[in-house]
């Protein structure tokens, strides 16, 4: 199946037919039928060279050279037999590449609250074969359990709103504390559109608990997205300073302020008795 995209690709891209709007319109629906009958069974991905992985065909356009440096950053630090929380799994490509590397005796817990993202990554987790390890739950990940206004249908970019709308329904949301209850978990990634804060304020027992508490968390933040970007940082950094977590970035600096752009840290549970990274 390869070898047919990057043919159609090549040809797509050859200087004298690019512009020859008529002829993909023409051939468009074409396409569509014969990549969705060869790609019946998952189109194969090399994630960033290094996970092996099956895709849907309405996905196509997801490229192998996926988020490399977070994605080698995270896969590194996972080991088998591990628990992880993907919360904001979007349409499962860590939760795949993370459920092959903790194996049948590790079990990854992916929680994405759109229903289009979520039956993507539903069908992602039965095509690759790895039900038996993954727990998958259709709800936001918040400060409290109950329902929440979402938008969605956005792709990756599906998010919490402060308040209802039009463009917007509810779906039910639940505490990390709830869900983790007396269960270990070693390794957290949170990717939720600027709901970074309230993730964690459900999770404060869980990051708490030496016995059970993960020891990294991998977080993109969104600051462009707080409504107050100066308080919410602040409390971001100080929550991991109160939780005994120290916060660095992609150059393994310790964070001691997250401004206006986005970007991903690494908290790493620090050893009692260790030396606090920042002061918030």
Not at 17 to 36: F, M, S, T
Not at 145 to 170: C, E, Y
Request: charge should be neutral; glycine fraction near 6%; aromatic fraction near 8%.
């Amino acid at each position: 199946m390869k070898l047919v995209e990057r043919f159609c690709l090549a040809i797509r891209h050859i200087p004298w037919l690019e512009r020859v709007d008529w002829l993909w319109d023409l051939l468009r629906p074409h396409y569509e039928k014969l990549v969705g009958l060869i790609g019946q069974h998952g189109l194969p991905r090399k994630i960033n060279g290094t996970d092996q992985l099956l895709i849907l065909p309405r996905w196509r356009e997801v490229r192998e050279s996926y988020e490399p440096d977070v994605w080698k950053t995270v896969m590194e630090s996972v080991s088998s037999g591990d628990v992880v929380a993907d919360v904001g799994a979007f349409i499962g490509l860590y939760t795949l590449a993370l459920a092959k590397r903790v194996g049948p005796s590790g079990k990854v817990i992916a929680f994405e609250p759109d229903p289009e993202s979520f039956a993507s990554l539903r069908s992602h987790i039965e095509m690759n074969r790895v039900s038996d390890r993954v727990e998958l739950i259709p709800a936001v990940v918040a400060a409290r359990n109950g329902v929440i206004h979402f938008k969605a249908g956005l792709a990756s970019g599906s998010h919490v709103s402060p308040v209802s709308g039009q463009d917007t329904h509810t779906v039910p949301c639940v505490r990390l504390d709830t869900v983790m209850a007396n269960r270990r978990l070693d390794i957290l990634k949170i990717d939720v559109e600027g709901y970074e804060l309230e993730v964690l304020e459900g999770a404060i027992e869980l990051l708490q608990n030496i016995r059970c508490c993960p020891r990294s968390i991998f977080i993109e933040v969104h600051p462009f997205i707080w409504p107050d970007r100066v308080i919410t940082g602040k409390a971001l950094l100080n929550f991991f300073v109160t939780s005994n977590y120290q916060v660095i970035d992609a150059n393994r600096q310790p964070v001691e302020c997250i401004d206006f752009r986005w970007g991903h840290l690494v908290a790493r549970k620090q050893k009692l008795g260790g030396t606090k990274a920042q002061n918030a």
